[in-house]
Nanobody
Framework: QVQLVESGGGLVQAGDSLRLSCGVS????????MGWFRQAPGKEREFVAA????????DYSDSVKGRFTISRDNAKNTLYLQMNGLKPEDTAVYYC?????????????????WGQGTQVTVSS
């Protein structure tokens, strides 16, 4: 049984930074690509960022490129999302996800396991 647990969300002001973490247990972490997605009220879940199994490749949505950084520590079985320059439109529940393959995918359909989500709220 794979478990993903996100942490680090909160209420911040526009321009602030947050770092989200996602701890993974139950299955080998370092042979799987990982991703971050988010879902705002009334909207569909959307891709934010993804990282390959080794951390050598990353991808970002256009809306966060240059502000967010995805990284992973395979020794700690942990995924991170550093979010800088936060904007009110970044307000959403953020989910980490694990896929069975090693390569990056941007569709939620390609991910097999999901965390419960952590709320990020950015006030203007």
């Amino acid at each position: 049984q794979v478990q993903l647990v996100e942490s680090g969300g909160g209420l911040v002001q526009a321009g602030d930074s947050l770092r989200l973490s996602c701890g993974v247990s139950g299955r080998t972490f370092d042979n799987a690509a990982m991703g971050w997605f988010r879902q705002a009220p009334g909207k569909e879940r959307e891709f934010v960022a993804a990282i390959s199994w080794s951390g050598g490749s990353t991808d970002y949505s256009d809306s966060v490129k240059g502000r967010f950084t995805i990284s992973r520590d395979n020794a700690k079985n942990t995924l991170y999302l550093q979010m800088n320059g936060l904007k009110p439109e970044d307000t959403a529940v953020y989910y980490c996800a694990r896929r069975s393959g090693r390569g990056i995918k941007t569709s939620s359909k390609d991910y097999d396991y999901w965390g419960q989500g952590t709320q990020v709220t950015v006030s203007s």
